[in-house]
């Protein structure tokens, strides 16, 4: 079921190979090129990154990391996911994907991007993950930033969840 699953999201650009779609192997290139030129990149997202892990769990976070959210991600991820922990995991999976989306549009409105991962494969997949919200860092990012990123959600979810 996973592979299916699997297949039936990412085969569109490659009906009748295994390869990677030709705009993906492209890309690919092209960052192993920028990364070989420019290595001081991978250690710009490597400090960015624990950066943004000590802010989520450090004191800024409080009362919201972990006790709202949780961190569910590797700390060797610059992909950060937060599930629903405390009382707002029990609630419904709407209920829950609502809430997310709702953090979610609450930081763009706030100049900050991140990806709620609740309803978009629902119907698509056997074994849907819980919902959850997806912080990238890069590179070039700063650490105020970071900072304001997540006081932005922070904030966010102060609002969505109440004190």
Same mark, same amino acid.
């Given at each position: 079921?996973?592979?299916?699953?699997?297949?039936?999201?990412?085969?569109?650009?490659?009906?009748?190979?295994?390869?990677?779609?030709?705009?993906?192997?492209?890309?690919?290139?092209?960052?192993?090129?920028?990364i070989?030129?420019?290595?001081?990149?991978? $250690?710009?997202? =490597?400090?960015?990154?624990?950066i943004m892990? @000590?802010? /989520? +769990?450090?004191?800024?976070?409080?009362?919201?990391?972990?006790?709202?959210?949780?961190?569910?991600s590797?700390?060797l991820?610059?992909?950060?996911?937060?599930?629903?922990?405390?009382?707002?995991a029990?609630?419904?999976?709407? $209920?829950?994907? =609502?809430?997310?989306?709702?953090?979610?549009? @609450?930081? /763009? +409105?706030?100049?900050?991007?991140?990806?709620?991962t609740?309803?978009?494969?629902?119907?698509h997949?056997?074994?849907?993950p819980?919902?959850?919200?997806?912080?990238?860092?890069?590179?070039?990012h700063?650490?105020?930033?970071?900072?304001?990123?997540?006081?932005?959600?922070?904030?966010?979810?102060?609002?969505?969840?109440?004190?």
């Amino acid at each position: 079921e996973e592979v299916v699953d699997h297949q039936r999201l990412s085969g569109a650009g490659y009906c009748f190979s295994a390869s990677a779609p030709p705009f993906l192997a492209s890309a690919a290139i092209a960052s192993i090129q920028r990364i070989k030129n420019n290595p001081e990149l991978l $250690e710009s997202v =490597r400090r960015n990154r624990d950066i943004m892990y @000590r802010t /989520l +769990r450090g004191p800024l976070m409080k009362g919201v990391v972990p006790s709202r959210l949780d961190i569910v991600s590797d700390d060797l991820s610059s992909m950060v996911f937060l599930e629903l922990s405390g009382r707002e995991a029990g609630e419904p999976v709407e $209920e829950q994907i =609502r809430m997310l989306d709702e953090i979610r549009d @609450r930081c /763009l +409105r706030n100049g900050v991007a991140l990806v709620s991962t609740g309803g978009h494969v629902k119907g698509h997949l056997h074994d849907v993950p819980p919902p959850a919200l997806r912080l990238t860092v890069s590179a070039v990012h700063n650490e105020e930033e970071i900072r304001k990123a997540a006081q932005v959600l922070k904030d966010a979810a102060v609002h969505v969840f109440g004190k």
